[in-house]
Each structure stands twice: as structure tokens, then as C-alpha cells.
């Protein structure tokens, strides 16, 4: 039988870069292995300063590592010439925050400039132009200044940009981060869309686990230089290992808040002995089954929920709920056993310490 190996597009090994200022050294990206396959949307999440955008740098090269290796699209970039790395590079395209477009030039113009210099006729340049704004819902704008639009459709301007060389792999560092939630919600969709109809490889840079959860396949989690951890987006979801992961995805499933208000009812600051405050999260099936009246059939523990969530990860439910344990000891205890065997995550939440 044929196996087939896995389209690995971006393979970075033990890369490491530290920059030395004066006195002051800066280990900005600590030996850090990164493999990203053809079709990934592989989320990258991390505080401002964690390491992020040189990581991504040392994709095109636009930053060299202090030591390591850079591969990209089966291509050994430290032993390219520069020549040759020019060429290789028109095949990773880039968007930012701040789109960097050319205010004294049209949209048209911006999205034609990288074409520049490769030779092609004009008539060529302004059909593939005319075919990058349309891609991209901006057909009508073609003719207008960057400072006609407005922040969402300068970044479907730098979208247009970036694709013009037709690159294989999308590098976006934090491009949906100067924009309202909304316009936010739009960009990721036509990334996503992307992805799709031209089986683009996507790397997304950001400090919002929302817009990781909006569209990526993978996430990796970055801290002082270090990815702390990864896995698919599900996974980490479902089974977050270290507490940055966990603050990450409760910021964005709102839970702090929820936390917050739980923990100021009178009935959870005065639990009685055989009741348990806790948040359960279950991904997928689970949440199909009637797990509250499970809980009372079969161990007569009774569920009071005080939050409810559930929302859509790559078409699977991800629920979480916080809820009030109530029964005997024993049957609490086979009641956790119960939601343990049904892959249910149990967090005990101590009330007094919680605040
Ligand atoms: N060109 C540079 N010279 C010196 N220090 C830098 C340079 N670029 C980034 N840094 C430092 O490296 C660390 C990581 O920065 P960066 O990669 O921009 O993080 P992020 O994108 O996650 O916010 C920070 O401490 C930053 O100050
Ligand atoms: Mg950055």
C-alpha cells in the first residue's frame, strides 16, 4: 500500500533568534520547531512581545535566525542565493495590521505594484488586478485612494496584494486587529474562503484567540519565545494544558465574566456539604446527550446551572456550562466518575478562592 506523506509546507527547526541591543539582550524566539502543512489555517496566539511576528519573519527570511533552519515549500532558505530567495519569497505573501498601503496611489495601483518588474504586458497586470478586486469584493473600488475606504476594505486591499504573485502560503500578522468585531468576523470569512477555493496555507498571527477560533484547523501558543503549546484547534479546546491556553479560551468563551457573576449569587458563597461548584466543558456528542438528567436517573445528583454556552468549533458543539453538584457523597463521587468516562472536563471551583 501507498502512503502519502503529509504536505509539510513550513518546517522550522530549533530556530532561535536574540537580538543584542547595548546592554540588553533579547531571546525573541527560543529554539522553536514549527511544522505547517499544505491547507493548514494554523493559528499562532500569544501576548504582544511573546516572539510572534519575528517567528513568522523567519518564514520569508525578512528576519534570519541566530541559529537553526528555515524550510519553506521544500526549499532550504539559508542556502538560497539572493536571487533565488527574491523568487522563492513571491510565494509567501504578507498582511499586517496597518495594511501599508500607498496613499497617493489607487487600490488598483496598490494591488498591481508587486507585478511590477516581472515582465508581464500591461493588458496581463490589469486583468489579473481586475481579478484580485473581485476576488476580494472590491471590483466597484478599483479606481479609488486608500483613504476613500474603509479599515476592512483596506485590508481586502492588502489581501489583493499579497495574492498577486500567487503565493501558496498567507502570512497575516495581526491583520484583523485594528478592526471592529464585525469587520473582524468579514476578513476572517474571505481568509477562510481563501483557503478554500485556492487551497491557500494560512498562518495567522494574533493576540485574540477569537479569531483563531473563527477560522483555524491548528493553534500554537506562544510565550517568551517558546510555543508552549499546540495541537488542533479542537484538541487544544477540549483539553488545554498549561493556565495561558486556559486564560486564552476563557476570554474568548466569555467565562471570566460568567465566573464573575456566579460567584456573586448568595447560593454559591454558601454551598453545603454535599454540593460541588463546577465547570464542565465537553466538545462534540457529548453535548447531544441529556447529561443533566443522567446526572439525576442514574446518581440522584442534582444539576443547577448558573451559565450556559455552547458555540460552533469546525461544525462540533463546545459546551460549557457552570453548575451547583448537589447529593451524597458517594454518588457525587460516581457522578464525576460518569462525566470522566464521557471525556465531560470537570473544573472544581472553590468559591472562596475564586475571587
Ligand atoms: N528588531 C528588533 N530589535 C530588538 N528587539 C526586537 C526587535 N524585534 C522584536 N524585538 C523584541 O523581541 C520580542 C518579541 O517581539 P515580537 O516578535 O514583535 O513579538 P509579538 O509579535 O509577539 O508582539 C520583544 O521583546 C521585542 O521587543
Ligand atoms: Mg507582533
Given at each position: 500500500?501507498?502512503?502519502?506523506?503529509?504536505?509539510?509546507?513550513?518546517?522550522?527547526?530549533?530556530?532561535?533568534?536574540?537580538?543584542?541591543?547595548?546592554?540588553?539582550?533579547?531571546?525573541?524566539?527560543?529554539?522553536?520547531?514549527?511544522?505547517?502543512?499544505?491547507?493548514?489555517?494554523?493559528?499562532?496566539?500569544?501576548?504582544?512581545?511573546?516572539?510572534?511576528?519575528?517567528?513568522?519573519?523567519?518564514?520569508?527570511?525578512?528576519?534570519?535566525?541566530?541559529?537553526?533552519?528555515?524550510?519553506?515549500?521544500?526549499?532550504?532558505?539559508?542556502?538560497?542565493?539572493?536571487?533565488?530567495?527574491?523568487?522563492?519569497?513571491?510565494?509567501?505573501?504578507?498582511?499586517?495590521?496597518?495594511?501599508?498601503?500607498?496613499?497617493?496611489?489607487?487600490?488598483?495601483?496598490?494591488?498591481?505594484?508587486?507585478?511590477?518588474?516581472?515582465?508581464?504586458?500591461?493588458?496581463?497586470?490589469?486583468?489579473?488586478?481586475?481579478?484580485?478586486?473581485?476576488?476580494?469584493?472590491?471590483?466597484?473600488?478599483?479606481?479609488?485612494?486608500?483613504?476613500?475606504?474603509?479599515?476592512?476594505?483596506?485590508?481586502?486591499?492588502?489581501?489583493?496584494?499579497?495574492?498577486?504573485?500567487?503565493?501558496?502560503?498567507?502570512?497575516?500578522?495581526?491583520?484583523?486587529?485594528?478592526?471592529?468585531?464585525?469587520?473582524?468576523?468579514?476578513?476572517?470569512?474571505?481568509?477562510?474562503?481563501?483557503?478554500?477555493?485556492?487551497?491557500?496555507?494560512?498562518?495567522?498571527?494574533?493576540?485574540?484567540?477569537?479569531?483563531?477560533?473563527?477560522?483555524?484547523?491548528?493553534?500554537?501558543?506562544?510565550?517568551?519565545?517558546q510555543i508552549i503549546e499546540r495541537g488542533s484547534l479542537l484538541e487544544i479546546f477540549a483539553k488545554p494544558q498549561q493556565q495561558l491556553t486556559k486564560d486564552f479560551i476563557d476570554t474568548t468563551m466569555q467565562l471570566d465574566e460568567a465566573l464573575t457573576s456566579v460567584l456573586a449569587q448568595p447560593t454559591v458563597r454558601n454551598l453545603t456539604?454535599?454540593?460541588?461548584?463546577?465547570?464542565?466543558?465537553?466538545?462534540?456528542?457529548?453535548?447531544?446527550?441529556?447529561?443533566?438528567?443522567?446526572?439525576?436517573?442514574?446518581?440522584?445528583?442534582?444539576?443547577?446551572?448558573?451559565?450556559?454556552?455552547?458555540?460552533?468549533?469546525?461544525?462540533?458543539?463546545?459546551?460549557?456550562?457552570?453548575?451547583?453538584?448537589?447529593?451524597?457523597?458517594?454518588?457525587?463521587?460516581?457522578?464525576?466518575?460518569?462525566?470522566?468516562?464521557?471525556?465531560?472536563?470537570?473544573?472544581?471551583?472553590?468559591?472562596?478562592?475564586?475571587?
Amino acid at each position: 500500500m501507498l502512503v502519502m506523506a503529509t504536505d509539510t509546507v513550513i518546517k522550522l527547526e530549533q530556530v532561535d533568534v536574540e537580538f543584542v541591543e547595548k546592554e540588553r539582550a533579547v531571546h525573541a524566539v527560543d529554539h522553536v520547531d514549527l511544522e505547517v502543512n499544505r491547507g493548514d489555517i494554523y493559528g499562532i496566539v500569544g501576548y504582544s512581545g511573546a516572539g510572534k511576528s519575528t517567528l513568522v519573519r523567519l518564514i520569508n527570511l525578512l528576519q534570519r535566525p541566530t541559529s537553526g533552519k528555515v524550510t519553506v515549500l521544500d526549499q532550504d532558505l539559508l542556502q538560497l542565493v539572493p536571487a533565488k530567495l527574491r523568487q522563492e519569497r513571491r510565494r509567501v505573501g504578507m498582511i499586517f495590521q496597518h495594511f501599508n498601503l500607498m496613499a497617493s496611489r489607487t487600490i488598483a495601483e496598490n494591488v498591481a505594484f508587486p507585478l511590477k518588474g516581472t515582465g508581464r504586458s500591461k493588458k496581463v497586470i490589469n486583468a489579473k488586478v481586475a481579478e484580485l478586486l473581485d476576488l476580494v469584493g472590491l471590483a466597484d473600488r478599483a479606481n479609488a485612494y486608500p483613504a476613500q475606504l474603509s479599515g476592512g476594505q483596506k485590508q481586502r486591499v492588502g489581501i489583493a496584494r499579497a495574492l498577486a504573485s500567487d503565493p501558496e502560503i498567507l502570512i497575516s500578522d495581526e491583520a484583523t486587529s485594528a478592526l471592529d468585531p464585525k469587520t473582524t468576523a468579514s476578513i476572517l470569512d474571505l481568509l477562510k474562503s481563501l483557503n478554500e477555493k485556492l487551497g491557500l496555507t494560512i498562518v495567522l498571527i494574533t493576540h485574540e484567540m477569537e479569531a483563531v477560533k473563527q477560522i483555524c484547523t491548528k493553534v500554537a501558543v506562544m510565550d517568551a519565545g517558546q510555543i508552549i503549546e499546540r495541537g488542533s484547534l479542537l484538541e487544544i479546546f477540549a483539553k488545554p494544558q498549561q493556565q495561558l491556553t486556559k486564560d486564552f479560551i476563557d476570554t474568548t468563551m466569555q467565562l471570566d465574566e460568567a465566573l464573575t457573576s456566579v460567584l456573586a449569587q448568595p447560593t454559591v458563597r454558601n454551598l453545603t456539604a454535599n454540593q460541588r461548584l463546577v465547570r464542565l466543558t465537553y466538545l462534540g456528542d457529548t453535548t447531544d446527550q441529556p447529561l443533566i438528567a443522567t446526572l439525576y436517573q442514574q446518581f440522584e445528583v442534582v444539576a443547577n446551572i448558573l451559565f450556559g454556552d455552547i458555540q460552533i468549533l469546525q461544525d462540533t458543539p463546545f459546551g460549557n456550562l457552570i453548575v451547583v453538584l448537589s447529593g451524597e457523597e458517594s454518588n457525587l463521587t460516581r457522578a464525576f466518575d460518569y462525566l470522566d468516562s464521557h471525556n465531560i472536563q470537570v473544573q472544581h471551583i472553590d468559591p472562596k478562592e475564586a475571587r
